[in-house]
């Protein structure tokens, strides 16, 4: 009888997390496809049956009845992220590396000391780099631009690749580079040939890290961009105005949020630490 009630709690568990988790997007779809008049008039989920269903606020989102045209703002997302989370990850992979392989000493300083120098990076305020950032793009004349923005970004998204990747690199038995060396490799083409594709799971779950952290930020895009380049968090805050435009907030949001949700579903599958097993001899 235990083991009964003990599935029964389980999966009741299970089913709440999952109506927790998936009502707000059901919430989200079902408001992009009204109208003022459907937001208003109480809450109502079934189209058809219970509201008119209208596309006005997908319409809004291209630009159609005085809206905005989400397009050029999607793409100049996917570049500045993709971009800035490629090169944070190459550098963040090398430098975390090093750091579990090599012991450094400067002084006091050891290998700890460099870790949590790269993890407080994450402690500040965003608004204390706010100034800083804004007068260096200034003076290298990039403000408002996606090469200022992709600067910016690696910067912010550099620590969390470290931080992620160190923890993996720690994982990884120093037996497989000593083996690797043993038949000839260098230290560097033993990290190349043999230890990076046995951290692939690491660098699959600091890219994840990477792209929502870069993906969602509104502050940066906001502060350091005018007209030129706008981010997707920023087009999707100026929709608002003195009447909330429920219907197409929430079908913006849909928008934002469907390419993470593809990229999770897409690299579940590797996130397993048991690229390892049989790999020491």
């Given at each position: 009888?235990k083991?009964?009630?003990?599935?029964?709690?389980k999966?009741?568990a299970?089913?709440?997390?999952?109506?927790f988790?998936?009502?707000?997007?059901?919430?989200?779809?079902t408001t992009?496809?009204?109208?003022s008049a459907?937001?208003?008039?109480?809450?109502?989920?079934l189209?058809?049956l219970?509201?008119?269903?209208?596309l006005d606020?997908?319409?809004?989102l291209?630009?159609?009845?005085?809206g905005i045209?989400?397009v050029g703002?999607y793409?100049?997302s996917?570049?500045?992220?993709l971009?800035a989370?490629?090169i944070?990850i190459v550098?963040g992979?090398l430098a975390a590396?090093?750091?579990s392989?090599?012991s450094?000493?400067?002084?006091?300083v050891?290998n700890?000391d460099?870790?949590?120098?790269f993890?407080?990076q994450?402690?500040?305020?965003p608004?204390v780099?706010?100034?800083?950032?804004?007068?260096m793009?200034?003076?290298?004349?990039?403000l408002?631009?996606?090469l200022?923005?992709?600067?910016?970004?690696?910067?912010l998204?550099l620590?969390?690749a470290?931080?992620?990747m160190i923890?993996f690199?720690?994982?990884?038995?120093?037996a497989?580079?000593?083996m690797?060396m043993l038949?000839?490799?260098?230290?560097?083409?033993a990290?190349?040939r043999v230890v990076?594709?046995n951290?692939?799971?690491?660098?699959?779950?600091a890219?994840?890290?990477?792209?929502i952290?870069?993906w969602n930020?509104f502050?940066?895009?906001?502060?350091?961009?005018?007209?030129?380049?706008q981010?997707?968090?920023v087009a999707v805050?100026?929709l608002n105005?003195?009447?909330t435009?429920?219907?197409?907030?929430?079908?913006?949001?849909?928008?934002?949020v469907?390419?993470?949700?593809?990229i999770?579903?897409w690299?579940e599958?590797?996130?397993s630490?048991?690229?390892?097993?049989?790999?020491?001899?």
């Amino acid at each position: 009888m235990k083991p009964k009630l003990y599935t029964l709690l389980k999966y009741a568990a299970i089913v709440l997390w999952s109506a927790f988790v998936v009502a707000p997007f059901l919430w989200a779809a079902t408001t992009s496809f009204k109208t003022s008049a459907g937001v208003t008039g109480g809450p109502t989920y079934l189209p058809w049956l219970q509201y008119q269903p209208s596309l006005d606020g997908w319409r809004h989102l291209f630009g159609a009845t005085g809206g905005i045209d989400i397009v050029g703002p999607y793409l100049d997302s996917a570049i500045v992220t993709l971009s800035a989370s490629a090169i944070s990850i190459v550098l963040g992979t090398l430098a975390a590396y090093g750091l579990s392989r090599f012991s450094y000493r400067a002084g006091f300083v050891r290998n700890g000391d460099l870790v949590f120098f790269f993890i407080s990076q994450r402690i500040m305020p965003p608004i204390v780099l706010a100034i800083p950032f804004f007068l260096m793009l200034q003076f290298l004349q990039l403000l408002d631009t996606k090469l200022g923005l992709i600067l910016v970004y690696i910067a912010l998204l550099l620590p969390i690749a470290v931080w992620v990747m160190i923890d993996f690199f720690n994982n990884v038995p120093r037996a497989i580079d000593e083996m690797a060396m043993l038949d000839g490799c260098t230290p560097l083409g033993a990290f190349f040939r043999v230890v990076l594709p046995n951290s692939l799971p690491g660098i699959i779950v600091a890219t994840l890290f990477c792209i929502i952290f870069g993906w969602n930020d509104f502050f940066f895009a906001f502060t350091l961009t005018f007209t030129d380049t706008q981010l997707l968090p920023v087009a999707v805050v100026a929709l608002n105005s003195s009447v909330t435009p429920w219907w197409s907030l929430s079908a913006s949001a849909l928008v934002s949020v469907a390419p993470l949700v593809a990229i999770a579903f897409w690299v579940e599958g590797f996130l397993s630490r048991g690229t390892l097993a049989g790999a020491v001899r």
